[in-house]
C-alpha cells in the first residue's frame, strides 16, 4: 500500500471511532410472540412471485437465484431451526421465521413445533416481491424484523412515477432507496440483547449514510431497461440478484450462477499485503506480517465489516505457506485437516494444531465464556471483523531449518468459506460439506534470498 493510502486509512479509522463512540446503542425490540390463534393475516393476502414474472421478467429470475428466494428452502437454516426448537422449547420459531419467512410467522403458520411439509406455497417462498413491496413502514430501532406490512393492491417501491397497470396500483416510499428497508432484517439481537448480526449498525458506524452510499447501490446495482415489460424505459431499474457470499448448497435455480457472482464480489473486496525482510539466514528466525483490509486498491468495497453477517459461521483465513528451493513445505498456517477444518479448537483431529491461525469472525459465548455454536445459546459475541477501510496485521516468526541454500517461497492466501465442515457435521449435513466453495480471495507469491 502507498503512503497516501495509509494516511487516508488512518484518517478514517479515526472518523469511524468518532463516529461508534457517539452511536446511541439501542436494542432493536424482539419480534412479537406467536399467535397462531388469531394471525395478523392469510395467505391469500398475498401475491405469489410467478404472477409478478409476466410483466416483470428480469426482476423474478433474478430474484428466484437469490439467496432471499432460497431463505425458506436452505438446509442449513432447517436443520438449525430444529435444533433451537429442540432446545428451547419451541419459543425460538417465531423469532426465526419472522426474517426469514415473514408471511409464514405472519399468516400464524410457524407456530412453535410447526410442522415444515405443512406450510402453504407461498410461506416456503420466503423473502419474497410482494412481502418487501408491501412493507409500508420501518419502525425505530432498525432491526429484528420490525417493520409494518400493508398487504393488498397497492406495491410500493422508489418509482417516483410509476406508469399505470392493470393488475396493481403502485405507490412510491422513499424508504425502497435506503439502508432502512435492508436493516430490519439484517441487523439481529437475541433475546439476551447478544448482537447477532450487525451488519446495519456496522453501516451505520461507518457514517456511510452521509455519503449517500446504501445498501442497495452495491448490492441491487443499476442498469437502464424497463422496469416491467409494458413500461416506459428507465435509466435507472435495480438488479434483484442481491449477490453476497452465499451460495445454495442443493439444486436451485441458477446456481452456478449465483456462484459465480459470488465469487466475483469476494475476490473484489479485500486487500492484502505482506511485509517481510527481502533476505533472512538459515537456521534463523524469518519475521512476516500479513495485512487485510476492508478496501480494494484503497477505496471502499464493502459497506460494513469484512466479512459481516452471520459471521459466528463464516470463515474468513489467512493462509500461509513457505517452501524451500525444492517445493519442500517448511511451515504452514491455515491448512485444513484431513476432515476439511482448520486445526483451531474445531479441529476433530488436530485440536489447536495451528497456534498461529489467523481467522476473521464472531465468537459466541455462554454465562460462563464458553464458546458456543448457536444463536439462542449466546450471551455475549466478541469479533474481530474489519470495519470498513480498517485493516488488521497478522504477524508470524517462523523458525527456518538449519540446511536452506538459494532461496525460500512463500505462498500467502487469503481464503472464505460460508460453512466450515464442523458445523454442517454438528447440524448432522456432512453430505453437504464437499458442496461449499472455498474462494480465495487474493493471492501473493513472494521469493527470499537465503543468505
Ligand atoms: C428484499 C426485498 C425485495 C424483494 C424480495 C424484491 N424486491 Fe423489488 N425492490 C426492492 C427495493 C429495495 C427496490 C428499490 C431499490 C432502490 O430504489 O434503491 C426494488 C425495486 C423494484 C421495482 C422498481 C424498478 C426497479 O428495479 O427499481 C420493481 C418493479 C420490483 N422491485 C419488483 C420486484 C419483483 C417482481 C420481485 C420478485 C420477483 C421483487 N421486486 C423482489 C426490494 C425487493
Ligand atoms: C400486468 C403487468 C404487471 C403485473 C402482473 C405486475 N406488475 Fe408491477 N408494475 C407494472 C408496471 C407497468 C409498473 C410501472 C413500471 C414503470 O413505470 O416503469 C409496475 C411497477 C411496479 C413497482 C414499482 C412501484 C413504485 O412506485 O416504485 C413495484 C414495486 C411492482 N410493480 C411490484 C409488483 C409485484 C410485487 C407484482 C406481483 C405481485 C407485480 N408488480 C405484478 C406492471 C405489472
Ligand atoms: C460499498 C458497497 C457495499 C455496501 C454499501 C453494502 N455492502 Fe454488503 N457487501 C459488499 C461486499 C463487497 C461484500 C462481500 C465482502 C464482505 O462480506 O464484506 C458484501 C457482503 C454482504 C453480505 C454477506 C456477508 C457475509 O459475510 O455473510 C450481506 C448479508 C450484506 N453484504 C448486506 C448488506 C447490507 C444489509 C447493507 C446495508 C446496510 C450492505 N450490505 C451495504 C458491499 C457492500
Ligand atoms: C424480510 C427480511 C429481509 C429483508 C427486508 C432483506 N433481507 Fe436480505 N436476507 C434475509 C435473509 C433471511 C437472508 C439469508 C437467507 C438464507 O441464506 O437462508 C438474506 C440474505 C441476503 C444476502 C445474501 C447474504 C450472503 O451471505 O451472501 C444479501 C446480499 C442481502 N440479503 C441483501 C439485502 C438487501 C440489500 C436488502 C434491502 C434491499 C435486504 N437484504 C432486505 C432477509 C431479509
Ligand atoms: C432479524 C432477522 C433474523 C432472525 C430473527 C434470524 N435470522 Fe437467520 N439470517 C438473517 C439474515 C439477514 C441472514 C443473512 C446474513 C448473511 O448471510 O450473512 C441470515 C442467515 C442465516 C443462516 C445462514 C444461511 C446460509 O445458508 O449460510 C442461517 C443458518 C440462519 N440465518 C438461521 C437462523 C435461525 C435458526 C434463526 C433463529 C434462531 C435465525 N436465523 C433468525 C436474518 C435473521
Redesign the pocket.
Known amino acids: 500500500m502507498t503512503k497516501l493510502k495509509k494516511t487516508s486509512v488512518s484518517f478514517f479509522a479515526l472518523f469511524i471511532l468518532l463516529f461508534s463512540a457517539c452511536q446511541k446503542n439501542e436494542n432493536p425490540k424482539l419480534p412479537t410472540p406467536p399467535d397462531s390463534n388469531s394471525p395478523k393475516f392469510k395467505a391469500t393476502d398475498f401475491t405469489a ?1 410467478e404472477q ?2 409476466s410483466c ?1 421478467p428480469n ?2 429470475n433474478e ?2 437465484s437469490s439467496m ?1 428466494a432460497y431463505s425458506f428452502v436452505d438446509p442449513v437454516f432447517f436443520a438449525m431451526h430444529e435444533r433451537g426448537q429442540k432446545e428451547t422449547n419451541g419459543k425460538l420459531d417465531q423469532f426465526c421465521t419472522k426474517c426469514h419467512s415473514p408471511i409464514a410467522s405472519l399468516t400464524g403458520e410457524t407456530p412453535p413445533f410447526f410442522n415444515r411439509s405443512a406450510l402453504s406455497p407461498i410461506s416456503q417462498q420466503g ?3 410482494d ?3 408491501t412493507i409500508t413502514k420501518v419502525n425505530n430501532p432498525v432491526g429484528n424484523a420490525d417493520f409494518e406490512l400493508t398487504p393488498g393492491n397497492i406495491k410500493y ?3 417516483a412515477n410509476p406508469a399505470a397497470n392493470s393488475f396493481h396500483q403502485s405507490a412510491f416510499n422513499a424508504e ?2 435506503r439502508s432502512r ?2 436493516g430490519v432484517c439484517h441487523e439481529v439481537k437475541n433475546d439476551f440483547s447478544a448482537a447477532l448480526e450487525e451488519t446495519y449498525s456496522e453501516w451505520t458506524r461507518a457514517s456511510l449514510a452521509g455519503m449517500s452510499f ?1 445498501c ?1 447501490d452495491c448490492h ?1 446495482p443499476i442498469y437502464a431497461g424497463q ?2 415489460t409494458n413500461g416506459p424505459q428507465r435509466d ?3 438488479r ?1 440478484y ?1 449477490v453476497g457470499v452465499d451460495v445454495p448448497l442443493v439444486d436451485f435455480p441458477d446456481a452456478a450462477l449465483q456462484r459465480q457472482m459470488a465469487e466475483k464480489l469476494l475476490k473484489t473486496s479485500a486487500d492484502l499485503s505482506v511485509s517481510s525482510p527481502d533476505s533472512v539466514a538459515a537456521g534463523g528466525i524469518f519475521k512476516l506480517s500479513v495485512t487485510v483490509a476492508n478496501s480494494r486498491n484503497g477505496v471502499f468495497s464493502a459497506g460494513h465489516s469484512l466479512p459481516s453477517g452471520v459471521t459466528a459461521e463464516r470463515q474468513m483465513w489467512i493462509a500461509v505457506i513457505v517452501r524451500d528451493q525444492n517445493g519442500r513445505m517448511i511451515y504452514q498456517s491455515g491448512g485444513l485437516d484431513a476432515n476439511g477444518d482448520l486445526m483451531d479448537q474445531h479441529s476433530a483431529l488436530n485440536p489447536n494444531a495451528d497456534p498461529n491461525l489467523t481467522i476473521f469472525r464472531q465468537i459466541m459465548r455462554d454465562e460462563n465464556g464458553k464458546e458456543v455454536l448457536f444463536f439462542w445459546q449466546a450471551k455475549a459475541v466478541e469479533n474481530n471483523l474489519i470495519p470498513p477501510l480498517a485493516e488488521r496485521t497478522a504477524n508470524y516468526q517462523i523458525q527456518l531449518p538449519p540446511n536452506l541454500a538459494g532461496e525460500i517461497s512463500l505462498e500467502i492466501t487469503l481464503r472464505f468459506r460460508t460453512l466450515p465442515p464442523y458445523f454442517l457435521r454438528e447440524l448432522g449435513l456432512s453430505d453437504l460439506v464437499a458442496n461449499v466453495p472455498i474462494v480465495d480471495m487474493e493471492k501473493i507469491l513472494k521469493q527470499i534470498k537465503i543468505n
Open positions: 412471485p409478478c414474472a416483470h426482476h423474478y430474484w428466484r432471499h423473502v419474497q416481491c412481502l418487501c413491496h417501491g422508489s418509482l425502497f432507496d428497508i435492508c446504501d442497495q441491487m422496469a416491467a435507472k431499474v435495480h434483484h442481491f
